[in-house]
């Protein structure tokens, strides 16, 4: 019986991203197709977390109601998750929501600070879940505007790339057919 290789982490993360950019390369319905389902799939990825993944409600509606491509739209949203942007970019995008909702709930200490589980059963339980409330909508707002950032630049980016491969399986197949007449 054969032994199988065992792959490092970091390999196997490369072979993932590599199989997903095939399959996306792949995709059939053209290069805007492609890219604007891997596009919404990507940004739509951003705010899963803040969303606590009640966003997939949506992920389907909105590829179909924008025309996009939703193996690509699968493919952008595993490729989002691949990268660990979501998770990376928290702090930046409760910075965000915070600079562009600049309202606090009454009765919110001026110096933040961790809640305790004893303070929310002891002490005013909403104040404490207007604390959570506020900072995941600060959070929410921040990822909605990084991942529409995120999946517009992507959207040029697979574009651009799709267009780049067909363009280079369409030289391959002339050199073949080429190759082809020589011999004959």
Do not use: C
């Not at 506020?134 to 505007?145: C, D, H, K, P, R």
């Amino acid at each position: 019986m054969k032994k199988r290789k065992k792959y490092s982490v970091a390999h196997r993360i490369q072979r993932a991203f590599k199989l997903n950019f095939y399959k996306l390369f792949r995709s059939s319905g053209g290069a805007r197709k492609v890219a604007l389902g891997f596009a919404i799939g990507f940004g739509l990825e951003m705010i899963v977390l803040s969303t606590a993944s009640l966003v997939y409600l949506v992920f389907y509606p909105a590829v179909r109601l924008s025309g996009g491509s939703l193996p690509a739209a699968v493919i952008g949203n595993v490729v989002g998750k691949l990268t660990f942007l979501p998770v990376v970019l928290l702090p930046v995008a409760h910075a965000i929501g915070k600079l562009l909702i600049p309202f606090r709930v009454h009765g919110r200490p001026h110096i933040p600070h961790e809640h305790s589980f004893w303070e929310l059963l002891s002490g005013n339980p909403m104040l404490v879940i207007k604390d959570v409330l506020q900072s995941g909508l600060y959070t929410l707002v921040g990822m909605s505007i990084i991942g529409a950032v995120l999946g517009t630049i992507s959207y040029f980016v697979v574009h651009y790339l799709y267009e780049k491969e067909r363009q280079r399986r369409l030289e391959k197949r002339k050199g073949r057919a080429q190759a082809a007449v020589l011999r004959a």
